[in-house]
């Protein structure tokens, strides 16, 4: 099967599309738009070339990212795919590929092009070839484990070499499985048989990477997917060195733009469902709770049951899900409450809108609620024409094209791949929960009326402490996701964190905050540095803070303690900088508020500082609990 | 198929794959006669045109193919 991304529309006429694009003065914008097209090998090689003819820089909402590809077979196929992957993200990929084989030498020559590049993301595609070529067919188990750990040892030194140089995130493919079986069935007995070789090498690089920190990139597992003659072929091995046929090129550029957006925070994070023929067979209003087509006993009504089965599940690991539906809202929420089969809980949903308007308004809607950007959703209907008026109307949400038959309807999903993780925290953990107990918070509001009686009643405690290395991997994840309460944007790799906590003179501080309905988690994480010319000058490298939070006064008390923390070292001032971009303009007036003054702004930020002889601890409704200093 | 048909069809996914609408390519065209076209792109365009007549050329002839009528001779060949 040719790997395909079925779930991205067909173009009606791509051709005449990216010629008038090309002729477009917002042709940037328009070769975006286009890279949300399903597009085959040709297509995407196409737009590629026209965004090379680009002379201007991206403008707003474009960000730049920089990665190099150390391989040892040819890639140069994959890096058009990338950056159309890339433009469908909106991010522009710079891509850097060595001299076939050559990556060793450039990883460790100060001087070679890799280095004057320097690298945000280095992917490392390495064939199984050299391993194998290791192991005699009659190798023993204890040779074939020792032949494997020499390899994984030579790629944890690649890692920490491309770390150390680049401070970059490491990606490493996994092997695909180019053998053919040379005992039959038996070969999966044979330890030093080469299928087996490839299994085993997949296994101890999984087990590397956990315990380095380096994300893989799964082409074995996609290679499975479509079947091995989709993503190989020896033909284009032989005649060119592809690993990777050009025919895969670009789901394959698709998933690497999947990790690096993930990398950036920019994975989706809510899925919202229409309820009619989507998460159940039939017309709720028309069919009632009886004539529902769901669950055991029907095939149609186990592909429904499938489908929410799914949607737990990614609810499990922090995804948020909410509902958009044409209905009468008790109704909906009737069928949740009530009928027997539904998997789905009315409290697993953490925005429910059901009503008769506009599903583009109604989206927005959800997408406030929560706190998110609108193109942090998933929307999934099976109404072709509700999906068309979405993608028209807000085309930053994600609309898959779904198959005809609800059956799949969750590969669909799956293949898209809109919730590529970088890690699984104990906070993703909870977060349903948390959207669930925000909700209840809401409810809370409404009742007391009053923000200062309602923050009163929230019993509301701080537990904060520089970064420790159990917390590392949230903190890191803290900074890259957060798009909204995020003061300059600066991403860091768990590497920079370490270093950060590490560092003497740097305060690092992250917070939890607590209140009657439970615990909301790691959500706020600040780096200060003192200037070198000027010590008694602390400089907010970044601080963000999670949605959840907001309007708690919880940014008052984060300031109270990060001014004491800086005053014990002697601290004079604290300077910062706020710079904007199309998402964190709800801390516009962030430093204002907290009592900072303007400096003359750089260009594209503005500079605040803040009087510490001067500053007032600030009253809010948060106790401190639990000190971690 | 007639030669032309192919020929048409050639033209048009190499226009396609350089984005360049003045490329005219007849029987006798070699590679290096198409300014961009190089190995990358030769490799680009054997597979678009595999992809397009449901063919799959042998890695030897992809190697030997002299011009544009000989690619188009093949194709002919594995279509019958």
Redesign the interface.
């Known amino acids: 099967m040719r790997p395909m991304m079925s779930w991205l529309p067909v173009a009606p006429d791509f051709?005449a599309e990216?010629r008038t694009a090309l002729e477009s003065p917002d042709c940037l914008e328009r070769l975006a738009s286009l890279a949300q097209y399903r597009l085959?090998?040709?297509?995407t090689?196409?737009l590629d070339?026209?965004m090379s003819?680009l002379t201007l820089k991206p403008g707003p909402g474009f960000t730049i990212v920089r990665l190099a590809i150390l391989a040892s077979s040819t890639v140069?196929?994959l890096s058009p795919a990338i950056r159309v992957a890339g433009l469908r993200r909106r991010l522009m990929i710079e891509v850097h590929i060595g001299p076939y084989g050559q990556y060793r030498q450039d990883l460790l020559d100060p001087a070679s092009i890799l280095h004057q590049f320097a690298p945000q993301f280095v992917l490392f595609s390495i064939t199984a070839r050299n391993t194998l070529a290791g192991v005699p067919l009659a190798a023993t188990t204890a040779e074939v484990d020792e032949t494997i750990a020499r390899s994984i040892d030579e790629l944890r030194l690649l890692w920490r070499q491309a770390r150390e140089s680049f401070n970059a995130a490491i990606i490493q493919q996994t092997f695909l499985n180019i053998t053919e079986p040379v005992f039959g069935s038996y070969d999966r007995l044979v330890p030093g048989s080469p299928a087996r070789v490839i299994t085993q090498l997949n296994d101890q690089l999984s087990k590397a990477a956990a315990q380095d920190s380096v994300l893989l990139l799964d082409i074995a597992r996609a290679s499975e997917r479509d079947g091995i003659d989709g993503w190989f072929d020896t033909?284009?091995w032989?005649?060119?060195k592809?690993e990777v046929?050009?025919?895969a090129a670009p789901l394959c550029g698709d998933m690497i733009a999947r990790v690096v957006a993930a990398q950036r925070g920019l994975s989706k994070k809510c899925l919202v469902f229409d309820l009619d023929n989507t998460l159940w067979g039939g017309v709720i209003g028309d069919d009632g709770l009886e004539g529902l087509v769901l669950g055991e006993g029907s095939a149609a009504g186990e592909a429904h049951l499938a489908l929410q089965r799914y949607a737990k599940q990614l609810k499990e690991r922090g995804v948020i899900l909410a509902i958009c539906s044409k209905n009468d809202s008790a109704i909906a929420e009737a069928a949740f409450n009530e009928h027997p089969e539904m998997l789905l809980k009315r409290s697993d949903i953490s925005a429910f809108v059901a009503n008769w308007n506009d599903k583009a308004e109604n989206l927005k809607a959800i997408a406030a609620r929560l706190n998110i950007g609108l193109d942090s959703l998933v929307f999934v209907d099976d109404n072709p024409a509700e999906r068309a008026r979405i993608r028209q109307s807000l085309p930053m949400v994600a609309v898959p094209e779904l198959p005809r038959d609800i059956a799949h309807y969750v590969r669909c999903l799956a293949d898209a791949g809109y919730f590529e993780a970088v890690a699984f925290t104990s906070e993703d953990r909870q977060r349903a929960d948390q959207y669930a107990a925000n909700a209840e918070r809401e409810a809370l509001f409404e009742l007391s009326g009053n923000l200062d009686d309602f923050l009163r009643s929230l019993q509301m405690s701080v537990v904060f402490g520089k970064f420790t290395p159990v917390d590392l991997a949230r903190v890191t994840q803290l900074f890259n996701k957060t798009n909204q309460f995020n003061t300059t944007t600066k991403r860091y790799t768990a590497e920079e964190i370490a270093d950060f906590a590490a560092a003497r003179q740097t305060v690092t501080l992250q917070f939890r905050l607590l209140d009657k309905f439970g615990d909301n988690g790691l959500v706020s994480a600040m780096i200060l540095r003192p200037d070198p010319k000027q010590p008694e000058v602390f400089e907010i490298d970044n601080w963000v803070m999670s949605c959840r939070v907001f309007g708690r006064q919880f940014e008052f008390e984060a300031m109270n303690i990060a001014v004491e923390l800086v005053r014990q070292r002697g601290g004079k001032a604290i300077r910062a900088d706020y710079i904007p971009t199309p998402k964190n303009g709800v801390i516009a007036e962030l430093y204002p508020s907290l009592g900072f003054f303007s400096l003359n702004g750089k260009t594209g930020c503005t500079c605040w500082i803040l009087d510490l002889t001067k500053y007032v601890i600030r009253s809010t409704h948060i106790s401190r609990s639990g000190d971690a200093r | 198929m007639t030669d032309q048909e192919i020929l048409s069809a050639f033209t048009k996914?190499l226009r396609?794959?350089?984005?360049d609408d003045s490329i005219v390519l007849s029987m006798e065209t070699r590679r290096q006669d198409v300014p961009n076209w190089d190995?990358?792109n030769y490799?680009?365009f054997i597979?678009?045109v595999e992809?397009k007549f449901g063919v799959?050329f042998?890695?030897a002839d992809?190697?030997s193919f002299e011009s544009v009528g000989a690619i188009i001779a093949e194709t002919k060949a594995l279509l019958r």
């Not at chain 1, 085959?40 to 297509?43: A, G, S, T, V």
């Not at chain 2, 396609?16 to 984005?19: F, N, Q, T, V």
């Open positions: 051709r990216l085959d090998h040709l297509e090689l196409q070339r026209a003819r140069d196929h033909g284009s032989l005649h060119g592809l046929t050009p025919e | 996914i396609d794959l350089l984005l190995s990358f490799i680009n597979v678009a992809i799959k042998k890695v992809i190697e």
